[in-house]
């Protein structure tokens, strides 16, 4: 069957299962357009390509399959980059198609030329420019091989428009074999045994778990070893979810701003049992005084990521949910066994910690608080809802004060930090599941990065909540600067926001707002009844800060718990 | 310290500038750089030179592997190889003095590829240190330009290349990455 190549991408993409793309039309990418108009590919057309990488990612993220957005060459490509970027920071799976200007015309400064591959070399796991069309659909197959397997990430694929218009037989490859590329899945068994053995001689161990659990869907094997080895577990912000925080063994979030109790256990650990996790330095702090006297296990799908920051001493590199299993098999067929004495002597000590220390806010009756708005939608949703933050102090509140009981239910820019990035993730998720409740938690700064959304939200009915903890500051901007700068806001106060509520409405959404504490659970309960698009603006104190804090290049012993000025005696609170 | 760093690689376009584009990127140094076509046309080796502690260079290895066209990626370093580099020197030679140039070369083995009455272009090969002695030894009668091509190495005795890419990626990975087993 001759196609042409924008009929094969179509064709392709379908063979792959996708059912949905996100993307925004221009100049070379028209004949793809022309055969989406009358396709069974659904496509969303958003309103910035920015969007369209970001709702791909969020698809990606909510659904574990392959997100997929399309845009045109130049200013189409160029505009994915950031998008691209926090993917490949994440290790999120994305197929990112661009259009290009017809092949003789490369290089030559041409219209709405850009050197896409070129620019996003360093953030993508692979990228191809197709020369000839005889080799689209087959690059295609990889593309999504590559994306999806091993350590996902974003694959680029670069399509000059005589490629989109000349034909070809159109053959789709069942198998894809690539020669240089073959992920280890399974891990090594003499590894394992190692590890198991360290684990049950620990007397104090951790289980520190990252995205990697959530990207092999691990998460039931790792409530059974936790549960088998009496182990507590931490999560990184990538990892929220993949373990459920209603356990009484679960240590909640760790690092720069982890809860007392979690960084101190993690001072105090003699094992970190490290699972699809990077030890990045927002958990490490201070590198040369991370967990000090602990030994390190490291089950990881990339064998890049061992030993890059912190030496460990048991690497395994495999998929999460076949290591873990396979650990547990060995644990099982161990004569030794964990001291139980010893770990409950351990988890006790832990709840002791959580009680001196826990996640707090100063509650207020007259300003609500933004902590409090994320607690309110924890338990008003009861874990069900799929949330996503943008970047900053509400991203931080939400790690902290929503309760995750499940995996892919938090979708959140964590390597890159990207701002704007949780509006139109929530596209791509309401998207993926539209009976679901999905949820951006976003600051006022973060939410105009990508505002221009609301059309997408509105013309496909997808009823997205943004909650906005509105205090008029770039909050985490200001909190350093509240801290670290002697109160000197340099650029990081808001003025000439909009209103949200007739911002909302002005698009043809919701707009609601809540000023008092009281106001906020019936807003919220009014928010998530109506099953449209809703803007919810809540005024929240300008002055909160997000604590613990680990200051930039300090040992995560050193938290400050609370504002220097104001409480003298809290202080850093060091672990002894 | 340095390592030698032998690279097989897919033959494709933009292979080199991801292998270089990752250098540059995490901040490590490129001493020296080459790189050509194998006995299998689809596959080219690159030869690099890097400066950098064990700790780095480990990263390096493991972060080209990561690589998709990367096939495979051996430190020579240590090991036994052959290393070879290839200089064109173009070298003053008034009247007088060219029958001493021509000495020069003549223990160098090197060869005269072109004349003019003022001057030699002379065409060496060897490992670094001969090839850094030949300059030296010029170096007084005035050197007008030189072209210095990178470092080529290949390990002795058995044979690595055309045999290697049908070994699995787990032998090589486990070989190569150096996990304390």
Same mark, same amino acid.
């Given at each position: 069957?001759?196609?042409?190549g924008?009929?094969?991408?179509? +064709?392709s993409?379908l063979r ?6 996100f993307g ?5 990418i028209l004949p793809?357009?022309d055969?989406?108009?009358?396709s ?7 309103r910035?390509?920015?969007a369209a990488?970001h709702a791909a ?12 957005c ?17 993917a490949y920071?994440d ?8 259009g ?6 490369i290089?030559n ?6 050197d ?9 796991k ?10 689209l659909a087959?690059t295609?197959?990889?593309a999504?091989?590559?994306?999806s ?7 680029l694929?670069?399509?000059?428009k005589?490629?989109?218009l ?26 394992? %045994?190692?590890?198991a053995?360290?684990?049950v001689k620990?007397?104090?161990?951790i ?8 990207h092999?869907?691990a ?5 059974r070893?936790?549960? %088998? ?11 929220l ?22 960084n101190?256990?993690?001072s ?5 049992l490290?699972?699809?996790a ?5 958990? *490490?702090?201070?590198v ?5 006297g ?5 089950i990881d799908?990339d064998? $890049? $990521?061992?030993? &890059? ?13 076949k290591v873990?299993s396979q650990l547990?098999?060995?644990l099982? $067929?161990l004569?030794?066994?964990p001291?139980l004495k010893e ?11 959580k009680?001196?220390?826990?996640? *707090?806010?100063?509650?207020s009756?007259r300003?609500i ?5 994320v ?6 949703t009861?874990g ?6 943008? =970047? ?6 939400t790690?902290q ?11 959140s820019?964590?390597? %890159?930090? *990207?701002m704007?990035y ?8 309401q998207v993926a ?8 938690i976003?600051g006022?700064g ?8 609301l059309?997408t939200v509105?013309?496909?009915?997808l009823?997205?909540k943004v ?5 008029r ?13 002697g109160?000197r806001?340099?650029?990081s106060e808001? =003025?000439?926001t ?10 043809? $959404? =919701?707009g ?13 309960? &009014?928010?998530?009844?109506i ?8 005024r929240v104190d300008?002055?909160e800060c997000?604590?613990?804090m680990?200051p ?6 050193d ?6 000025? &104001?409480?003298?005696?809290?202080? %850093?609170?060091s672990?002894k | 310290m ?20 990752l250098f540059?990127?995490?901040?490590f ?5 080459s790189?050509? +076509?194998?006995?299998?046309p689809s596959?080219s ?8 502690d064990?700790l ?5 290895k ?10 495979k990626v051996?430190?020579?370093t240590?090991?036994e190889?052959?290393?070879?580099e290839l200089?064109?020197? &173009?070298?003053?030679?008034e ?7 021509l ?15 003022k001057s030699?272009?002379?065409?060496c090969?060897g490992?670094?240190?001969k ?10 009668y ?7 091509t ?7 005795g ?8 049908k ?14 087993e």
């Amino acid at each position: 069957m001759r196609l042409s190549g924008a009929q094969i991408i179509v +064709e392709s993409l379908l063979r792959e299962g996708v059912e949905v793309i996100f993307g925004f039309p221009g100049g070379v990418i028209l004949p793809i357009y022309d055969v989406l108009y009358d396709s069974p590919l659904k496509h969303i057309l958003v309103r910035h390509e920015q969007a369209a990488a970001h709702a791909a990612d969020g698809y990606a993220r909510a659904t574990g399959k392959v997100g997929v957005c399309l845009v045109t060459s130049g200013p189409g490509a160029t505009n994915v980059v950031t998008g691209v970027a926090t993917a490949y920071m994440d290790s999120i799976p994305v197929v990112i198609i661009t259009g290009q200007v017809p092949t003789p015309m490369i290089g030559n400064d041409s219209f709405q030329e850009a050197d896409i591959v070129g620019i996003t070399r360093p953030c993508t796991k692979h990228s191809y420019l197709v020369k000839e069309v005889k080799d689209l659909a087959s690059t295609l197959r990889e593309a999504f091989h590559i994306a999806s397997t091993g350590r996902p990430g974003p694959v680029l694929v670069d399509v000059p428009k005589d490629v989109i218009l000349s034909d070809a037989t159109f053959h789709y490859p069942e198998k894809v074999y690539i020669r240089s590329y073959n992920p280890t899945y399974n891990g090594h068994p003499g590894q394992i %045994l190692k590890a198991a053995r360290a684990v049950v001689k620990a007397k104090r161990p951790i289980i520190y778990v990252g995205g990697g659990v959530i990207h092999a869907g691990a998460s039931e094997e790792l409530l059974r070893l936790a549960n %088998l080895v009496h182990a507590p577990v931490t999560t990184t912000l990538m990892g929220l979810g993949a373990f459920p925080q209603d356990s009484p063994l679960s240590l909640g979030m760790l690092g720069m701003h982890g809860a007392w109790y979690t960084n101190t256990a993690v001072s105090s650990t003699d094992l970190i049992l490290a699972v699809g996790a990077r030890f990045d330095d927002r958990v *490490t702090g201070k590198v040369e005084e991370f967990a000090p006297g602990a030994s390190i296990v490291h089950i990881d799908i990339d064998p $890049a $990521a061992i030993s &890059k920051n912190v030496r460990v001493d048991i690497p395994v590199v495999g998929d999460a949910k076949k290591v873990l299993s396979q650990l547990i098999e060995a644990l099982e $067929a161990l004569p030794e066994r964990p001291n139980l004495k010893e770990r409950r002597q351990w988890l006790k000590q832990i709840q002791e910690w959580k009680r001196m220390h826990p996640l *707090t806010y100063e509650q207020s009756g007259r300003v609500i608080k933004p902590q409090f708005v994320v607690e309110e939608i924890s338990r008003l949703t009861k874990g069900d809802a799929i949330i996503t933050t943008e =970047v900053g102090q509400s991203q931080m509140w939400t790690a902290q004060f929503y309760q995750f009981l499940r995996p892919r239910s938090f979708l959140s820019s964590g390597g %890159l930090g *990207t701002m704007g990035y949780g509006f139109p993730a929530a596209v791509g998720a309401q998207v993926a599941f539209p009976g679901r409740l999905v949820i951006d938690i976003a600051g006022d700064g973060s939410f105009q990065m990508n505002l221009q959304e609301l059309a997408t939200v509105v013309q496909y009915g997808l009823p997205v909540k943004v909650a906005i903890l509105n205090n008029r500051y770039l909050g985490m901007i200001r909190q350093w600067q509240e801290l670290f700068f002697g109160r000197r806001y340099s650029h990081s106060e808001l =003025v000439g926001t909009p209103d949200f509520v007739r911002l909302a409405e002005a698009y043809g $959404a =919701v707009g609601l707002r809540a000023t008092t504490p009281e106001e906020v659970r019936p807003v919220l309960k &009014k928010a998530f009844s109506i099953p449209k698009p809703v803007i919810i603006d809540f005024r929240v104190d300008p002055e909160e800060c997000v604590f613990p804090m680990v200051p930039a290049g300090a040992s995560i012993k050193d938290m400050l718990l609370g504002k220097p000025a &104001k409480e003298p005696r809290r202080l %850093l609170r060091s672990v002894k | 310290m340095r390592h030698t760093i032998s690279i097989l690689v897919e033959n494709r376009f933009g292979v080199l500038s991801r292998v270089s584009g990752l250098f540059s990127g995490r901040g490590f140094n490129i001493e020296s750089l080459s790189v050509g +076509e194998t006995q299998e046309p689809s596959i080219s080796r690159m030869t690099i030179v890097v400066q950098g502690d064990d700790l780095i260079v480990e990263q390096i290895k493991k972060q080209l592997n990561k690589l998709i066209d990367v096939i495979k990626v051996i430190d020579l370093t240590g090991e036994e190889f052959v290393e070879r580099e290839l200089i064109l020197v &173009k070298v003053n030679a008034e009247p007088g003095v060219r029958a001493e140039v021509l000495r020069i070369a003549d223990i160098f083995r090197a060869k005269v590829v072109d004349v003019t009455p003022k001057s030699y272009t002379l065409e060496c090969t060897g490992d670094e240190s001969k090839v850094n002695a030949f300059l030296e030894l010029l170096k007084p009668y005035g050197i007008q330009e030189v072209a210095r091509t990178g470092k080529v190495a290949i390990a002795r005795g058995r044979k690595v290349g055309a045999k290697a890419e049908k070994e699995p990626m787990k032998k090589l990975t486990g070989k190569v990455v150096g996990f304390r087993e």
